[in-house]
């Protein structure tokens, strides 16, 4: 049985940071690509994030570009978020996930990934 727990949320002023953690169990980190992604109260689930699974290729939303990186330890079958100068718009459910596939490219389409989390809030206040 696979399950991936996000922990890591919180609420933090604008300007702050936090690190969001997905402990992953039931599939071996080190042969999938993961990601991150978000859900806004009133929007789709969008994508913020993604790494392969040699940690080789990653990609991020055009929003967080330079101020959040994605990274990933195998040897602990863990996915880590870091998130700097997050601003209100950051305000969501942030979710990681993980996909069936082992590539050389970030996947960013939703329907790509199997396997979900609980999710972990993330609220910025201005």
């Known amino acids: 049985q696979v399950q991936l727990v996000e922990s890591g949320g919180g609420l933090v002023q604008a300007g702050g940071s936090l690190r969001l953690s997905c402990a992953v169990s039931?599939?071996?980190?080190?042969?999938?690509?993961m990601g991150w992604f978000r859900q806004a109260p009133g929007k789709e689930r969008e994508f913020v994030a993604g790494?392969?699974?040699?940690?080789?290729?990653?990609g991020y939303a055009r929003s967080v570009k330079g101020r959040f990186t994605i990274s990933r330890d195998n040897a602990k079958n863990t996915v880590y978020l870091q998130m700097n100068s997050l601003r209100p718009e950051d305000t969501a459910i942030y979710y990681c996930?993980?996909?069936?596939?082992?590539?050389?490219?970030?996947?960013?389409?939703?329907?790509?990934?199997?396997?979900w989390g609980q999710g972990t809030q993330v609220t910025v206040s201005s």
């Open positions: 039931g599939r071996t980190l080190s042969n999938y690509d």
């Open positions: 996930a993980t996909t069936g596939a082992k590539t050389n490219v970030v996947i960013t389409t939703t329907q790509r990934y199997d396997y």
């Open positions: 790494i392969n699974w040699s940690g080789t290729r990653t």
